[in-house]
């Protein structure tokens, strides 16, 4: 029972554009969503959060919108840099201090 | 540099042995999780330690357990292995429980199982 998904295992973007990526979830107690990148032999990389009485959080280049209605969230990157080639992991948790569970991951490829 | 230690980076054993992984948190973070990826899919919760008590437990095998010692350091014991167990292995630290929310990663064990 995959109660995250990013349905979307790859994405190619022009530097300077922008990275749509998508995430869904199937359980509604889930309040607190995270996005992690992961470069090869790294672990998970923190990137931004937001918390289910947000519907947008922004850090830089990095933003996070969250449709609890639809149960579907998204990370944009604007503008795309080829160092932000990684495989993006989405997150969900119900609660601070508890586990987070996963979806497949996108990888990204950002091209010069 | 996450501040989350996990040793070693590699392990190549056989089938039907033991083998221990090790984790140290980052100073000061009391939750210990561990999580495995296996064939470039997604993390798949193992365990989760606080101040050395089991808080949550996933999807871990029997052959499997783990602890977190008083100074917090944590131990993942993966027994009986078979070709299956071959993934990435890694642990993640938080503060706490509330404001536990962000878990920060060690790089991983690779547990390769001939």
């Known amino acids: 029972d995959q109660q995250v998904k990013q349905n979307s295992p790859s994405l190619s973007v022009q530097e300077g554009r922008i990275s749509i990526l998508n995430c869904d979830y199937t359980?509604?107690?889930?309040?607190?969503f995270l996005w992690y990148k992961k470069y090869p032999a790294e672990g998970p990389t923190f990137l931004i959060s937001?918390?289910?009485?947000?519907d947008k959080n922004e850090d830089g280049r990095f933003t996070v919108f969250l449709n609890k209605s639809a149960k579907h969230l998204s990370l944009h990157i604007v503008p795309s840099q080829p160092g932000d080639s990684a495989v993006y992991f989405c997150a969900a948790s119900r609660a601070a201090g508890n586990k987070l569970t996963f979806g497949g991951g996108t990888r990204v490829l950002v091209k010069p | 540099d996450s501040g989350v230690t996990q040793t070693p980076k590699h392990l190549i054993t056989a089938t039907g042995q033991r083998v221990t992984l090790r984790c140290s948190p980052r100073?000061?973070?009391?939750?210990v999780y561990w999580y495995q990826q296996s064939l470039d899919q997604g993390l798949q919760f193992l365990i989760q330690y606080y101040n050395g008590e089991e808080r949550a437990k996933g999807n871990i095998l029997e052959r499997f357990s783990a602890q977190q010692f008083p100074d917090l350091h944590s131990e993942l014991n993966l027994s009986s292995l078979e070709l299956g167990d071959s993934a990435l292995y890694f642990c993640?630290?938080?503060?706490?429980?509330?404001?536990?929310?962000?878990?920060?990663f060690g790089a991983g064990t690779r547990l390769s199982v001939l």
């Open positions: 937001i918390s289910s009485i947000k």
């Open positions: 993640a630290s938080s503060a706490g429980r509330a404001e536990g929310l962000i878990q920060y």
């Open positions: 359980n509604s107690m889930f309040d607190y």
């Open positions: 100073s000061g973070d009391l939750s």
